[in-house]
């Protein structure tokens, strides 16, 4: 079995995410074997890039090349799920850190975490798994960011915060310091958290107000 570090590359995934994934692999000089699942949005022949169908078999080749996985799928439920099956399955999964990226020290970032062009991850933060921290979005000192979260482009959560797991920080939203957002939250783009969040909660708006306050409270 090859070096992992020198190993190539299979990403899981075909659509837009695929195809920014598959760029930071090629920036960091490294090789993308195939891409595996439906080819949304456009045709992968101009790439190079052989498109697999069947994901059993693809983790099949992942375990017995010793092929290095990337989890580019957008929905959170089935990323987790194709980044736990890989590693039951003993294959490696490991987190890719773009090279205009930046990780500061004592950060420990989960397997199948992407962290995308341009943007940061603070000293002391904890990133689970199959987490996305997209195009200059991001993540301050210690942060505690839980498995499969997405932070979109332009987001930023500043110094101190928690998320849970399978939670959205949208496009241009900001956490202020020290707040704690729970599991399942679809916080809109552009919205300004300014107080804690519970489970499944979705908040909009500049300071964030909860659409259904029925629910909870973001007090």
Do not use: Q, Y
């Not at 990226?101 to 004592?106: I, K, L, R």
Request: proline share 5%.
């Amino acid at each position: 079995m090859p070096d992992p570090a020198d190993a190539g590359w299979l990403v899981l995934g075909a659509g837009g995410h695929a195809r920014s994934v598959v760029d930071v692999i090629g920036r960091r000089g490294d090789r993308v074997v195939a891409v595996v699942g439906a080819a949304e949005g456009g045709d992968w022949e101009p790439w190079g890039i052989e498109r697999l169908d069947d994901d059993v078999a693809a983790f099949e080749r992942i375990v017995a090349e010793g092929l290095r996985a990337a989890v580019a799928i957008g929905a959170v439920e089935p990323r987790l799920a194709v980044v736990r099956a890989i590693l039951a399955l003993g294959g490696t999964v490991p987190a890719l850190v773009a090279g205009t990226a930046t990780v500061g020290g004592c950060s420990a970032v989960g397997h199948g975490t992407v962290v995308l062009e341009h943007a940061h991850v603070g000293p002391a933060s904890r990133l689970g798994a199959g987490v996305i921290v997209n195009t200059a979005a991001i993540v301050e000192h210690d942060c505690v960011v839980g498995d499969g979260v997405h932070v979109a482009p332009g987001a930023c959560l500043l110094g101190g915060v928690t998320v849970g797991e399978r939670t959205l920080v949208g496009s241009g939203a900001r956490v202020l310091p020290g707040i704690t957002v729970g599991a399942g939250v679809t916080i809109a783009a552009g919205a300004v958290v300014t107080r804690n969040v519970p489970d499944d909660a979705t908040v909009v708006g500049s300071p964030a107000r909860d659409l259904h306050p029925d629910r909870g409270s973001t007090r």
